[in-house]
């Protein structure tokens, strides 16, 4: 709180003997570059502006750079005209004049230079980070994969930090997990399944990493593992000893809420191979060595199929299953391509008694219902017509005796495809 209390005295030293401070507005822990109407508190006081009862005829802010971020005053500033609001900053020592080329001159720079701020603070951090992780190998937080537990690594290497109690910590082996992170790439390279890796792990009542760790995920279900939770262990580097850092990033998406307004939510997405960070020595004991975990990667790739030839699914990705909604996967059988979907079962786990049978579908009985009811394209092409469909963002729907084209933008809007049977 010692940022509001400098800006609140700054407050009140602008407006000494020319009025008092009646309420506070202050946002804690929110970025500068959202707009005001996404920050609870500046929210609460563009919504004060309308009250004709407000009992406030001026908003002071302490420092430009906590409030606003590039031209968000300017286009603030006719909606405190339009209720009679003034709004004063220290850097023009009283009200802000909007028809004052002084001003707006003055506000301009203020903007640029907290986006400046923030862009410098960023890439100062982002390459501190970069060369602690390349170069010494450093533990920058988060969780620690499954298999690793953290121990203490001494005192922090800046002296300052050190006299504050601050240490730093390191990965070491989980005796109790990192046995069968062993296992799992010893089955790997036999030339195991992942779904059969896990469907063991599952049989032999492993605990799964969030049944592990739960407070430290409390966004998972801890129902056992899946394909995608050993996938994702096979497929992480730091278990040769390297590690690892700017594998995943967290990106911002504007969200509506439900009383009204909107906000932000945060959501993890992987970064691509080329952005990530690798130590240049080992930096922790590794649980696999690192030929048997690019043997590993290597079993992952796709098996070539007996005759030499590629099998192409033209549909792939465009079909969903009407009775779960999930995308249908593509599936060889009998020598040709063809759609199946499970409804979620897994072969990491036995089936549920009441899920409903495989859904499959052809994919030569499925072009041609489409070759008639897009007749209306230019070309018959299966080729064309997939395009089509791909370009449209239009998905097919099926039941296993009836299709319908439904756009992805707008599921509920569906028109028939026709009854015959696939």
């Known amino acids: 709180m010692s940022s509001c209390a400098w800006q609140r005295e700054a407050a009140r030293d602008l407006i000494s003997g020319r009025g008092s401070i009646v309420t506070e507005f ?30 406030l005829d001026a908003v002071v802010v302490g420092e430009y750079e906590r409030a606003f971020s590039g031209d968000q005053l300017l286009n603030l500033a006719p909606l405190f005209d339009t209720h009679g609001v003034q709004l004063w900053l220290p850097e023009t020592s009283g009200p802000i004049d909007g028809h004052s080329p002084t001003h707006r ?22 390459a501190a980070m970069q060369a602690q992780a390349r170069e010494q190998g ?30 730093l910590r390191r990965l070491e082996p989980d005796p109790a997990t990192a046995p069968y992170v062993r296992w799992m790439f010893a089955q790997r390279l036999a030339g195991r399944s992942v779904a059969g890796i896990a469907r063991r792990l599952n049989e032999m009542g492993v605990a799964c990493p969030s ?21 994702a262990i096979l497929a992480n580097p730091r278990y040769t000893g390297r590690q690892i850092w700017n594998r995943q990033r967290t990106d911002r998406e504007p969200t509506e809420l439900a009383e009204g307004g909107r906000s932000h939510r945060e959501v993890l997405r992987w970064n691509p191979a080329q952005d990530w960070v690798i130590s240049r020595k080992m930096a922790h004991p590794g ?34 299953c009407q009775f779960c909604g999930r995308r ?14 499970r409804h979620g079962h897994t072969s990491a786990k036995q089936p549920a008694v009441d899920r409903p049978r495989n859904l499959y579908l052809r994919e030569d009985q499925v072009l041609v219902q489409l070759s008639t009811e897009l007749s209306h394209t230019e070309s018959r092409d299966p080729h064309e ?19 319908m084209l439904s756009s992805e933008n707008s599921p509920d809007t569906t028109r028939p495809q026709g009854q015959q049977t696939l």
Do not use: K
Not at 34 to 44: G, H, I, L, S, T
Not at 111 to 125: H, K, T
């Open 26 to 55: 202050f946002d804690v822990g929110c970025s500068r570059r959202r707009p005001w109407q996404d920050r609870r508190q500046a929210a609460a006081l563009l919504a004060a502006l309308a009250d004709p009862n407000r009992g």
């Open 105 to 126: 001159a003055i506000i301009t720079l203020l903007g640029a230079q907290s986006q400046r701020e923030v862009l410098r603070s960023r890439f100062r951090v982002t």
């Open 138 to 167: 450093r533990y920058l937080g988060g969780r620690p994969p499954y298999g690793y537990q953290l121990v203490d690594a001494g005192p922090h290497p800046n002296a300052a930090h050190a006299r504050w109690g601050r240490r």
């Open 211 to 231: 049944a592990v760790d739960p407070g430290r995920n409390p966004h998972r279900t801890a129902d056992g593992w899946t394909l995608r939770t050993v996938a």
């Open 287 to 320: 649980l696999v060595s690192e030929a048997d975990f690019v043997a590993a990667q290597a079993v992952r790739a796709a098996r070539p199929t007996g005759d030499g030839t590629t099998r192409t699914y033209l549909l792939a990705g465009l079909l969903r």
């Open 328 to 341: 249908m996967d593509a599936h060889w059988v009998n020598g040709r391509p063809g759609y199946r979907c």
């Open 385 to 403: 017509l997939v395009r089509y469909l791909r370009s449209n963002q239009i998905m097919i729907i099926c039941d296993g005796v009836h299709c």
